[in-house]
């Protein structure tokens, strides 16, 4: 199973993308879905994660301005991102968590490939 990520891209300050991650296969139940990403020269950092029982949670410096939206059921999720700042700019990754569909048991977790967002002034 793959992640597909698309939708980074060159935008100006305060301007608007959105995010795409897919599986590729619907071999897993997946019941957590979030967006990390990582500047240069900075380590990785959780920016939205949403699950099948609980509302999205933000890192404070996107709060208000990011949304992320998932489908369970179509292994898809967003990431609409607003008014974006250069701070913001970074390389996305989509992370996926859930359980095997031949084997319930067995726990998979996923990266997808990263998409580069930049953010010009």
């Known amino acids: 199973v793959q992640l597909v990520e698309s939708g980074g891209g060159l935008v100006q300050e305060g301007g608007s993308l959105r995010l795409s991650c897919t599986a590729s296969e619907n071999t897993v139940v997946i019941n957590v879905m979030a967006w990390h990403r990582q500047a240069p020269g900075k380590q990785r950092e959780a920016v939205a994660i949403?699950?099948?029982?609980?509302?999205?949670a933000y890192a404070n410096s996107v709060e208000g301005r990011f949304t992320v939206s998932a489908d369970f059921d179509a292994n898809t999720v967003h990431l609409q991102m607003n008014d974006l700042k250069p701070e913001d700019t970074a390389v996305y990754y989509c992370?996926?968590?859930?359980?095997?569909?031949?084997?319930?048991?067995?726990?998979?977790?996923?990266w997808g490939q990263g998409t580069l967002v930049t953010v010009a002034t």
């Open positions: 992370n996926v968590a859930g359980n095997s569909v031949s084997d319930p048991s067995r726990q998979v977790e996923l």
């Open positions: 949403t699950t099948r029982l609980t509302s999205p």
